[in-house]
């Protein structure tokens, strides 16, 4: 896909952050996007603001009946199916032993089986329109573990492997398969729930939503296999994975850094 223009991208999770500048740029460039998420109000209103080559379906991606019933509105409205960003995202922050089991498989729903589901069921889509390209937005904690986000961390390490997996089984089919692996950023996903965030991840560079956009629209173009931000954060991760006495050492550094910069924005925030 070398241009999203006049290409129909569907976006789970659009109706804030990351994938609400992902439907913007989208749009911007000349797609038709169908945007996904729970919150009607927020949808509807970002659908109208796009103008007529955007359509808004509210969708729990948890359920494949709404998942069934987006990719048919999506081909009832622009006739195809060109690009499908699994945005949406779940996370329930604390230690295992704190954290509800409810809200461990919620994470595990949302994150996970929610996007292992519309890669499937989108294939038949992508391939009636003769190629296209999925790209699941995963996360650096899906490259290093991070305790007090085990479950999320999981299910991003799940999404990638999938991924990577898939990508092989579709190579020379004309479809892609792609990654975007940020660090921490600077949306609601984080900022509202700032002191429940671990350190560590404030001692990475923090990305703007429109990176991350610009990130996934680069990867719905040329089909890269993975996108990480910043370059050196995934370095570091890739260190930290393959060499855990090293993250033990560094462990104490990363978090008095982090702690830091977190009591900067708890701070700019409380005005």
């Not at 789970?12 to 996007?33: D, I, P, Q």
């Not at 089986?113 to 790209?135: D, F, N, Q, T, W």
Request: hydrophobic share 45%.
């Amino acid at each position: 896909m070398e241009t999203v223009k006049g290409k129909t991208i569907i976006i789970t999770g659009a109706s804030a952050g990351v994938g609400e500048a992902t439907a913007k740029l989208c749009a911007a460039e000349g797609a038709n996007v169908v945007i996904a998420a729970r919150s009607k109000k927020e949808l509807m209103a970002l659908a109208k603001s796009l103008g007529k080559n955007a359509l808004a379906v509210v969708t729990d991606v948890a359920k494949t009946q709404d998942c069934t019933a987006l990719l048919n509105a999506a081909v009832e409205k622009f006739g195809q199916i060109d690009g499908l960003v699994n945005n949406a995202g779940f996370n329930s922050r604390g230690a295992v032993e704190a954290v509800a089991l409810e809200a461990m498989e919620q994470i595990i729903e949302v994150n996970l089986k929610a996007p292992i589901r519309l890669c499937k069921m989108v294939l038949p889509h992508l391939r009636a329109s003769g190629g296209g390209a999925i790209v699941n937005v995963a996360s650096l904690a899906g490259r290093v573990p991070l305790d007090h986000e085990a479950t999320y961390s999981a299910s991003k390490f799940g999404l990638r492997g999938f991924s990577f997996a898939m990508a092989e089984e579709l190579y020379g089919t004309g479809i892609s398969v792609s990654v975007v692996s940020p660090g921490p950023i600077d949306t609601g996903f984080i900022m509202s729930d700032i002191e429940g965030v671990p350190d560590m991840v404030f001692s990475q560079p923090m990305s703007s939503a429109d990176d991350v956009a610009r990130a996934i629209i680069a990867s719905l173009k040329d089909g890269k296999r993975e996108r990480v931000m910043n370059v050196m954060s995934g370095i570091l991760a890739n260190l930290a994975y393959f060499a855990p006495s090293l993250r033990t050492a560094l462990k104490p550094r990363l978090e008095a850094k982090g702690r830091k910069v977190k009591a900067k924005y708890i701070a700019a925030r409380n005005g």
